[in-house]
């Protein structure tokens, strides 16, 4: 049995991952320490004979006994309201982390993938964003404690492949949502659906003109997979190029939900991006993938789960008006 140590495994994706590998018959070792993710995520998983749990902070030495053939790192905080909270982490995550889990792959001369991001590119000025752009990050403001440590993820990751020859991947991860976001994390699509349920305004950022691309879970999993198990070790885009303004989005969320409210117009974050669409050509050619879930039928299973959450979750106050992080 091929045996895989996932980070970030109580998070959104690191769970969704989880649940994949268990299901190709792989031993899978979740690790995580609860920063923003939820030990209710893998609840399921608790039972079964595939699936044991390590709760630990990967900026910590990482110790795993035994053998080990791949690492799956998606540890970090991934809202932009999360990482405003906890920059520090979110740099060493990003950074100490990485560093710790490439020095266990080596050691165990395992496969790793590395989970990026599209804020790689930053506030992007080449539109679509291919995989050779390099970038338009502001490096000392808010968002560039994650654009940051996750640009320099990507490089020592890649001298690790040229230094000491070890087998590495890299996904650059467009916008993906799904159930198990949490519902308070800041997030565009959880704000959007906990606010349509509990009935209030939806707060958008700015005018509204920004683009985003929505890549739904099971797509971007099946993506991760073709990915780790292909041989390419560049980094390669991995999200939904269908393209919409958050306005156009809110009003889509309202449509959905049927809620009575209407938008309001709160302030733009500092570098937020503009525009994002993922030119996802190198993933069709070189893993034969391409999104397979419309949005509307994906947002249709996020919003029946985030309905299917407790009174007590959905007016958690925490992050419950996301303008008073913004900016600070
Ligand atoms: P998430 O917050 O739901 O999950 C992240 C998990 O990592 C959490 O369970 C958290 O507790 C854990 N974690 C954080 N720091 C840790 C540490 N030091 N040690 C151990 N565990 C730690 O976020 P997500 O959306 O599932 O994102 C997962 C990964 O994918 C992140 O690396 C993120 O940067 C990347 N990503 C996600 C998206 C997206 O749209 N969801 C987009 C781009 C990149
Ligand atoms: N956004 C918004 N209202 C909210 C939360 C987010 O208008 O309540 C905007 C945000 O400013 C950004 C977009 O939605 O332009 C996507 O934000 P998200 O936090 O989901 O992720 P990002 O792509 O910025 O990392």
Known sequence: MKKVLITGAAGFLGSHLCDRFIKEGYFVIGMDNFITGDKKNLHHLKPNPSFEFIEHDVTQFVKIDG??????????????????????????????????????????????????????????????????????????????????????????????????GLDTRIVRIFNTYGPRMRLNDGRVIPAFMGQALRGEDLTIFGNGMQ?????????????????????????????????????????????????????????????????????????????????KVGREEGMKKTFKYFKSLSKEQLYKSEHKDFSNYINK
């Open 67 to 164: 053998k080990l053939d791949y690492i799956l790192h998606f540890a970090s905080p991934a809202s932009p309201i999360d990482y405003l909270k906890i920059p520090i982490q979110t740099l060493k995550v990003g950074s100490l982390g990485t560093h710790n889990l490439l020095g266990l792959a080596k050691a165990k001369k395992a496969r790793i993938l590395i989970a990026s991001t599209s804020e790689v590119y930053g506030d992007p000025l080449v539109h679509p964003q291919t995989e050779d752009y390099y970038g338009n990050v502001n490096t000392i403001g808010p968002r560039g404690v994650y654009d940051e440590a996750k640009r320099f993820q990507e490089s020592i990751t890649m001298a690790y492949h040229r230094f000491h």
């Open 211 to 291: 683009t985003r691309s929505f890549c739904y879970v099971d797509d971007q999993v099946e993506g991760i997979y073709r990915l780790l198990l292909s041989d390419y070790n560049k980094p390669i885009n991995i999200g939904n190029p269908h393209e919409i303004t958050i306005k156009d989005f809110a009003e889509e969320i309202i449509k959905l939900t049927g809620t009575e409210q209407k938008v309001i117009y709160k302030e733009l974050p500092v570098d937020d991006p503009m525009q994002r669409q993922p030119d996802i050509s190198l993933a069709k050619e070189l893993l034969n993938w391409e999104p």
